[in-house]
């Protein structure tokens, strides 16, 4: 594989989930997760991450038709690699999915998908995808092992778990972001995009934007949380300065 060439900018996804999930507290339809994806395009996102789980604790099916139509922005549905969610992705074709590992007690992704481990579940699921013009990425953990299963998948893209680099304290910090930095690489060497998210905040999101072979970052939770307080599109306008700033 020809190496990925390093993009000149860093494109910043935001996953608008947790507005679902504030709407979903109470019922009905507001706030609007419609609206939101809006709000993302106003301020400078460059895409919209959905995850629509087994028990739809947030995104909703008919959420997924609403925010494309709400948008130009390219959707990345989140998905577990089940036939169910596989058929709703052929169905609404967004541009991007990216398997993600789920179970149902967890309240957040947790961990990297074991793209290792379940090769033979992933791969039709990939396969599939891909003859459909959807761009797959899986979400690992920075580890070469789990890369070179996206390569035998022929997964065009890879997401990095940064949730061990975003929880780290001390010395480990600059253990963790060497992992990224070197996966980073590792993918783009082998002609894989590298992507990254899970825990990214202000505080954190620059040693990551600053790695030259990431091509995008997909940061929800903390913006939503932060919108609380600022807005949606001002806290997107500073996450977006913060990555512009390093790269």
Do not use: W
């Amino acid at each position: 594989m020809a190496n990925v060439l390093t993009p000149a900018r860093l494109r910043l996804g935001v996953n608008i989930d947790h507005v679902a999930t504030i709407r979903n507290a109470r019922g009905g339809e507001h706030p609007d997760p419609a609206r939101a994806a809006q709000i993302v395009a106003q301020a400078g996102g460059d895409g919209i991450t959905v995850h629509l789980r087994e028990d739809r604790r947030h995104i909703r099916d008919e959420d997924l038709e609403r925010v494309a139509s709400a948008t130009g922005l390219p959707i990345n549905l989140e998905m577990a690699a089940t036939e169910e969610m596989l058929d709703i992705a052929l169905r609404h074709r967004p541009h991007a999915a990216c398997i993600v590992p789920e179970r149902r007690e967890e309240r957040t992704t947790e961990g990297g998908l074991d793209a290792a481990g379940q090769h033979n579940r992933l791969a039709p699921i990939v396969a599939r995808l891909s003859d459909a013009g959807i761009r797959v990425s899986l979400f690992i953990a920075p580890e070469p092992r789990q890369i070179e299963a996206a390569i035998k998948l022929s997964a065009p893209v890879v997401e990095f778990h940064t949730g061990e680099y975003a929880h780290a304290e001390g010395e480990q910090v600059a253990v963790e972001l060497r992992r990224i930095v070197d996966m980073a690489a590792l993918a783009a060497k082998n002609g894989i995009e590298p992507h990254a998210g899970h825990g990214l905040t202000y505080e954190n999101v620059q040693p990551i934007a600053a790695i030259p072979q990431l091509a995008e970052l997909n940061i929800g939770h903390y913006l939503i949380g932060e919108a609380i307080f600022c807005g949606l599109e001002t806290s997107v306008r500073r996450m977006r300065q913060l990555m512009d700033e390093v790269r």
